[in-house]
Structures are given as C-alpha cells and as structure tokens.
C-alpha cells in the first residue's frame, strides 16, 4: 500500500475510533494472518504505526 493511502485509512481509522484505532488495526492485522493474507496484514500493520504517529508521544 503507498504511504499515501496508508495515512488516509489512519487517519479515518483514527476519527472513527478514537483511541481505539490503533488496537483496532492490530485486530485487523491478526486477523489477516490468521486468513493467510500476510500483505494486507503487513498493510494494517502499517496503518497502525501511522496511528501511533498520528497520537504523537504518549504521556507517562
């Protein structure tokens, strides 16, 4: 998936979500490899890490 696209689904999967987007990209991802789609988990992994960025740094 390009960096463009992944950014986009992150971003909708954040403004969806909430602070629940990027655990909700790493059930999809799970899922993915569970049905043998290593890709399109590696592309919600992907997304996931642009959540993270999209969060910014977590306060401790």
């Known amino acids: ?10 971003r909708a999967l954040y403004s969806a979500h909430g602070d629940q987007a ?6 999809r991802a799970r899922e993915c490899v569970a049905a043998g ?9 992907a997304i996931r890490r642009a959540i993270s ?3 910014g740094p977590r306060q401790g």
């Open 22 to 27: 990027e655990a909700e990209a790493a059930r």
């Open 1 to 10: 998936m390009e960096a463009i696209k992944t950014a986009e689904y992150a």
């Open 53 to 55: 960025g999209l969060r």
């Open 37 to 45: 789609r290593p890709e399109e988990a590696d592309d919600w992994t």
